[in-house]
C-alpha cells in the first residue's frame, strides 16, 4: 500500500495500538454531547446521570490535555480541537452502531421512547427512572430530550410525550405549574443574583414579578441568564442566586432541604401544565409506560398540594405574604 493510502501519515499523528483504547466509553460520552448540544439530553440518550457524563468529558479532556467544549447559553459548544476530534470520530461511531445492528439478534425486550423538554426530562424523568424497573419491568426505555413540536407521535418514532403548555395544549393533564422564588440553604438573599431561564414564558421571568414577593426582582440587580432548566437549578443549588422555582420539577430539592422557599407557592398565572401525550394507536407496552407515568404524576401532584398548603415557616418570608394574590392566581 502506497504511504498516501495508509491511516497513519505523519500530517495526521500515527495510529494507537488497539492496547491502548481503553477509554472507550468516555470517547462515546465525548460524541453523544456533540450531536446533542447537551450534557443532559447525552446523558438520557446513555441512560447515564448528567453528573458521569460531565466526569468522563472531564476525563477525557484531562487525557487530552485539551479543552473539547465550551459551556454558553445555547448549550455545549464544541472547541476547534473538540469540533476536529469529533468529525471524526462521529463517523466510527455511526459505523459501529450500524454493524453492531446488523450482526446483533433482534431485540426481545420492547422499548417504548418518551419524549420530554430537555429540563422535564433532567428533573423529573430522569431521577424517577430507577423506579419504572419495577414497574414495567419489561420494558426498555428510550428518553428523547427535546421539547419541540411533534407533528405525529408515531411518524416522528415517538410512543409518548410530555409537553408544557397553556390549558388548549393536547394531551391529558399530568399536574400544574406552582413556582415559588428558592435558594440555597443557608445563602443570605440579599445582593445575591436572578436566576433567569432564556426565552422562557414571561411569567417564569422575573420581570412578571416585579410588584410580588416582597419586591425581589425590583432590589436584585445582577442577573444570570441560563439556557436550560437543568442550568439554573444547579447554579441555584451551589449558591449562585435566586430562581423563579418550578416546584414539580425542583420538590425533590426543596424535601430533602438542597433547595428552600422564599415566599409561598403560587400557580401559573397562565394555567400552563404538564400533559401527556399518546401516540396513536399505541402498543400495550407503551399504554404501560402511560400508567407508570401517571402514577408518577399523581405523587408529584401530592407533593406539590403538601407544599402549598404547608403551614411552615418560610424562609424571610411573613405570614402576611402568603396570601399575596397574583396574576390570574
Keep these: 500500500m502506497d504511504r498516501t493510502d495508509t491511516p497513519a501519515s505523519s500530517a495526521h499523528g500515527q495510529p494507537l495500538p488497539l492496547s491502548r483504547l481503553t477509554q472507550l466509553d468516555l470517547l462515546r460520552a465525548f460524541v453523544a454531547v456533540g450531536r446533542t448540544g447537551s450534557v443532559t439530553a447525552?446523558?438520557?440518550?446513555?441512560?447515564?446521570?448528567?453528573?458521569?457524563?460531565?466526569?468522563?468529558l472531564k476525563?477525557?479532556?484531562?487525557r487530552l490535555g485539551v479543552v473539547?467544549?465550551?459551556?454558553?447559553?445555547?448549550?455545549?459548544?464544541?472547541?476547534?480541537?473538540?469540533r476536529r476530534l469529533f468529525d471524526r470520530l462521529d463517523p466510527c461511531f455511526l459505523g459501529l452502531q450500524r454493524a453492531l445492528g446488523a450482526v446483533l439478534p433482534e431485540r426481545r425486550r420492547a422499548e417504548v421512547v418518551v419524549s420530554a423538554a430537555v429540563g422535564v426530562a433532567g428533573l423529573w424523568l430522569m431521577p424517577r427512572l430507577p423506579r419504572?424497573?419495577?414497574?414495567?419491568p419489561g420494558v426498555d426505555l428510550r428518553i428523547s430530550a427535546s421539547g419541540r413540536v411533534l407533528s405525529s407521535l408515531r411518524?416522528?418514532?415517538?410512543?409518548?410525550?410530555?409537553?408544557?403548555?397553556?390549558?388548549?395544549?393536547?394531551?391529558?393533564?399530568?399536574?400544574?405549574?406552582?413556582?415559588?422564588?428558592?435558594?440555597a440553604p443557608g445563602v443570605d438573599p440579599a445582593g445575591m443574583r436572578l436566576l433567569e431561564l432564556d426565552g422562557c414564558p414571561g411569567w417564569l421571568g422575573w420581570d412578571h414579578w416585579a410588584g410580588a414577593w416582597r419586591g425581589l426582582a425590583r432590589r436584585h440587580r445582577r442577573r444570570l441568564t441560563c439556557s436550560n432548566a437543568d442550568q439554573l437549578v444547579h447554579a441555584c443549588v451551589a449558591g449562585q442566586g435566586i430562581a423563579v422555582g418550578r416546584l414539580a420539577l425542583i420538590?425533590?430539592?426543596?424535601?430533602?432541604?438542597?433547595?428552600?422557599?422564599?415566599?409561598?407557592?403560587?400557580?401559573?398565572?397562565?394555567?400552563?401544565?404538564?400533559?401527556?401525550?399518546i401516540a396513536d394507536p399505541a402498543s400495550p407496552d407503551a399504554l404501560e409506560v402511560a400508567a407508570w407515568l401517571r402514577d408518577e404524576a399523581e405523587a408529584t401532584r401530592a407533593a406539590l398540594d403538601a407544599l402549598v398548603h404547608s403551614r411552615g415557616e418560610w424562609a424571610h418570608a411573613p405570614e402576611s405574604l402568603a396570601q399575596e394574590a397574583l396574576p390570574g392566581g
Design 42 to 56: 447525552a446523558a438520557a440518550g446513555l441512560c447515564l446521570t448528567q453528573s458521569a457524563v460531565s466526569r468522563q
Design 59 to 62: 476525563a477525557l479532556e484531562s
Design 68 to 82: 473539547l467544549f465550551r459551556r454558553e447559553h445555547s448549550g455545549m459548544q464544541l472547541t476547534v480541537v473538540g
Design 132 to 136: 419504572a424497573g419495577a414497574a414495567v
Design 155 to 183: 411518524s416522528e418514532g415517538v410512543d409518548l410525550a410530555i409537553r408544557f403548555g397553556p390549558p388548549a395544549t393536547d394531551g391529558e393533564l399530568l399536574f400544574e405549574e406552582w413556582v415559588a422564588p428558592v435558594v
Design 251 to 277: 420538590h425533590p430539592l426543596v424535601d430533602a432541604g438542597r433547595l428552600v422557599l422564599l415566599e409561598r407557592p403560587v400557580r401559573s398565572p397562565t394555567r400552563h401544565a404538564y400533559r401527556l401525550l
